[in-house]
């Protein structure tokens, strides 16, 4: 597991996540752990390293 820093796109507050590592591209949505919002995260790890990553608001 890799442990990630990055701003909750509703709130603007810095948050963190577990990420898979082991999976190299993914997308799944997870809520906000301060203000309980869905974010869509599309973590992409290359040899267990994170190479890129986003966070987006799901319009709803």
């Keep these: 597991m890799f442990e990630h820093f990055f701003q909750c796109p509703?709130?603007?507050e810095t948050i963190s996540?577990?990420?898979?590592?082991s999976v190299t591209k993914q997308?799944?949505?997870e809520d906000c752990e301060v203000?309980?919002?869905p974010i869509q995260l599309?973590?992409?790890f290359f040899d267990s390293e994170l190479t890129g990553f986003?966070?987006?608001?799901?319009?709803q």
């Design 35 to 37: 203000c309980c919002n």
């Design 27 to 29: 997308t799944y949505v």
């Design 42 to 44: 599309s973590p992409i």
């Design 17 to 21: 996540m577990l990420l898979d590592s």
């Design 54 to 59: 986003e966070a987006l608001n799901i319009e």
């Design 10 to 12: 509703y709130c603007w």
